[in-house]
């Protein structure tokens, strides 16, 4: 009896045995194995090339106008990508010469900020034979073209209605961009701006700062015409200026 029961005791210590190997050999394989694993994702990640940034998107087209007008020139960059319906009228405008001899006849003057603040208005008054048909708007939050110091945007009635009249801006004015939360609907469309002065804001503010007639205009116009109106003599498209030269790295 003690002997068959010493052959089971050993029989079962062995068999523990064999266990307590078996144990400690799959331990030893799934160390092995993790070690393994992570050594194939190290060098995966190695080689795996890294994703590519997006590419920068290309500059926008842009169109050069000269006006020159009796106090001097003003140099116009028109933004043909971004607002290609505004830049394409107006360059209409520019080619056919309905702008030759048109004048800026209003400076609105603004209380507020810091002065000079507001904007100067010209183009062809409603000249039944220089207007051309009315244009699509195009909104400042689809052409993402803001009402900054030096923007030149089109001047209109309602939404839809603009023509050969534009405005030059003396000081940012972000409430004339488009509002799509806003509860009014002139609020909600804005005004098209479509480019950029890039030389002759000292002719801009030569303007802005002439004499205002206390009489002309209606409305809340009275008070805003320029006493003399100052002539746009020509304008026309312009060569873009070359690009600026790379500075070589130094040694």
Known sequence: MQSHANEIAETGWRAAKSRGMIARMMKLLASLLSALLLTIGTAHAQTEPAAAEPAPAPPPELVRVVLNTEMGPIILHLDKTNAPVTTGNFLRYVDEKRLDGTVFYRAMHLEWGTPPNGLIQGGTQNDPKRELPPIAHEPTNLTGIRHKTGTIS???????????????????????????????????????????VVEGMETVRAIFNAPISQTKGEGWMRGQMIEKPVKILTAHRAPMPAPAPVPEPVP
Not at 156 to 162: N, S
């Open 154 to 196: 089109m001047a209109r009635y309602a939404p839809g209605t603009a023509t050969g009249d534009f405005s030059i801006m003396l000081a940012p004015q972000p409430g004339l961009d488009a509002m799509p939360d806003a509860e009014d609907a002139e609020a909600q469309a804005g005004f098209a701006a479509f480019g950029q």
